[in-house]
């Protein structure tokens, strides 16, 4: 009998070993990659043949054979034609809601986003622009990206130009920098501002020969509230906006969205969103921490602040602003302009958005609650002021993985990355200046030697730090390509080269909107680089950067846009 039982149980086991390997076999993917360049941003693979998705994640990375492997009868297999498939951007930081705005206003960018080069081509748009259904359903004209370094006059349009399009409609444009605005004669009317308005802190309205009357242009806080508070969509226009700044996200290959400095407005519509079903991708919102809701948005039980999206939507911190932009000469430097404004003392410095002890009860109140903190910064003065606040608010409530971040950067010196090393202070560089406004830095506003060390990034590189880039949008476009070109040549519009020793490696500058932007919003477990287990959140690319010359970068094409396994965007022309 013994022999039997023997049999049986061999029998047995074998059985039990066959379903085993049955069971641990892996499924089929949905979909494979294949015969293109898989640029990982993984150092312990940072190349492969091929890629598999399944379920949203990514199932393998590796040769065409392991990845083959995964293949199923029903699993679709993408030819990548020699194109690049990559993880797809992180914005690190911009406006998707202000995006939105922008995308309904008339488009008064200078070349090559725009064709606003004068202050009559400027007229010209708006005029165009006022003949159209949202002009004329809203009964206002707005436009988007003016920018007197670029405007053949050399200075913002007037209130008397802005009438000459309409003097029944209010009439308002926006700066590039979104740091100020224009107003024509009804708009101010419907303000409230004339010649006995006083300036509000951290703000200025710009005044006519009399010293009195304003011109039209406001700055900073006098811009914020008094201009955009006249551009007020509905509810419903307003979800239309942010379902449009997603979408020019997605075009550019953003699987991950900021809304830096949201207000009630936005992040009421982005749950609204989110709670539909409605997101496109993942968008992560830093409200002003100075403004009144937003204490009890952070603190709102089972709201969302967390590091979990919910249908797509989170709240990652606050946002604190302490300055200006330099490009319009409000930012906030510890020595004078090159050349100031006109009006200014050859001493002007900009100025400060909050006071030191408004800035540091700030801080305070961020380090204290545990919210992660991302302050603006353009001006190292205002740099210092920051610095400031965060070393004695780490004293008080001690070191913690905050993940703050420096948002811009861009005059920080040498002594404040090394404090920003030491007190554990993450740079998102502007880098995209170098091309936009690198000309007007080194003649205007910083001169030739401050102007060659806007964005630092490669001093942050030389100190091991991680950095990210950013695009500002809707200050620039939405555009990763554009921001590797920036950073790695620092070619101008008029082609020199600004700070030649601040250039970054391709590979770095890559890192800087995937892996390391993904880890500047605690989210490298899920994001920022193509590894098993990540999200297949994947940008498909005409050419691999890595490999193209440096001065071509702007000639990449983003083909489709990927979010966890979905597309989302795919260029209308394809490779054949």
């Known amino acids: 009998m013994r022999p039997v039982v023997l049999t049986r149980a061999l029998v047995l086991s074998a059985l039990a070993f066959s379903m085993n390997l049955q069971a641990a076999a892996p499924s089929p993917a949905d979909t494979i990659y294949l015969h293109g360049d898989v640029i990982t941003m993984n150092d312990a693979q940072p190349r492969a043949q091929a890629l598999a998705v399944r379920a949203g994640r990514i199932q393998a990375v590796g040769s065409e054979a392991e990845v083959r492997a995964l293949q199923g009868a029903k699993t679709r297999v993408v030819d990548l034609k020699g194109q690049a498939l990559l993880p797809g951007f992180v914005d690190a930081h911009g406006h998707v809601s202000l995006t939105g705005l922008q995308a309904v206003s008339a488009n008064l960018l200078p070349p090559p986003d725009g064709k606003g080069s004068s202050v009559a081509a400027i007229q010209g748009l708006l005029r165009d622009y006022a003949k159209g259904p949202v002009a004329r359903s809203n009964k206002i004209i707005l436009g988007f990206g003016y920018d007197e370094a670029q405007l053949k006059e050399g200075r913002a349009p007037t209130r008397q130009e802005l009438d000459a399009v309409s003097k029944d409609l209010p009439v308002i444009i926006i700066h590039q920098s979104g740091h100020l605005g224009v107003l024509n004669s009804k708009a101010l009317q419907l303000a409230g501002l004339n010649a006995d308005s006083k300036d509000p802190e951290g703000g200025h309205i710009q005044r006519e020969a009399d010293g009195k009357t304003p011109n039209g242009v406001l700055e900073e806080t006098a811009w914020f509230s008094a201009g955009m508070g006249l551009v007020q969509p509905s509810p419903k226009d307003y979800a239309t906006m942010l379902l449009e700044g997603q979408k020019l996200y997605a075009k550019f290959g953003f699987t991950t969205g900021q809304d830096g400095r949201s207000d009630e407005n936005s992040n009421k519509t982005w749950v609204a969103l989110s709670q539909s079903g409605k997101m496109l991708i993942d968008l992560v919102s830093y409200p002003d921490i100075t403004l009144p809701f937003t204490a009890g948005l952070m603190n709102q039980q089972g709201g969302y602040w967390s590091r979990e999206y919910k249908g797509g939507f989170r709240i990652g911190g606050v946002k604190l602003s302490l300055d200006g932009s330099p490009q319009g000469k409000t930012a906030f430097l510890t020595h004078p302009y090159h050349h ?125 730090m991680i950095f990210t880039q950013h695009h500002d949008a809707p200050v620039a476009f939405p555009d990763a390509i554009a921001i590797l070109d920036a950073v790695v040549n620092r070619r101008t519009r008029s082609g020199d080269i600004l700070g030649p020793d601040q250039r970054l490696p391709v590979e770095v500058a890559l890192k800087s909107i995937t892996l390391w932007a993904a880890w500047q919003h605690f989210e490298e477990a899920n994001k920022g680089s193509l590894e098993v287990g990540k999200l297949a959140d994947l940008v498909l690319l005409s050419k691999n950067p890595l490999t193209v010359p440096p001065a071509q970068l702007r000639s990449i094409q983003v083909r489709e846009t990927i979010k966890a396994g979905r597309s989302i965007y795919r260029a209308t022309a394809q490779p054949k």
């Not at 408004?358 to 302050?375: I, N």
């Not at 995209?432 to 506003?445: L, Q």
Request: hydrophobic residues 35%.
């Open 340 to 464: 100031p404004p006109a009006g200014k003392a050859d001493d002007y410095r900009g100025y400060p958005a909050l006071s030191d002890e408004a800035t540091q009860q700030a801080v305070d109140q961020a380090y204290a609650k545990g919210w992660q903190l991302l302050v603006h910064t353009n001006g190292d003065a205002a740099s210092d002021q920051m610095l400031r606040a965060v070393e004695a608010a780490t004293s008080k409530y001690g070191a913690a993985d905050r993940r703050t971040v420096m948002i811009h950067a861009q005059t920080v010196r040498e002594d404040q990355l090394d404090a920003m090393k030491r007190l554990a202070v993450t740079p998102s560089f502007f880098g995209m200046h170098a091309y936009y406004w690198g000309d007007w830095h080194r003649d205007e506003t910083l001169g030739p030697v401050r102007g060659d060390r806007i964005s630092p990034a490669q001093s942050a590189l030389r100190r091991q």
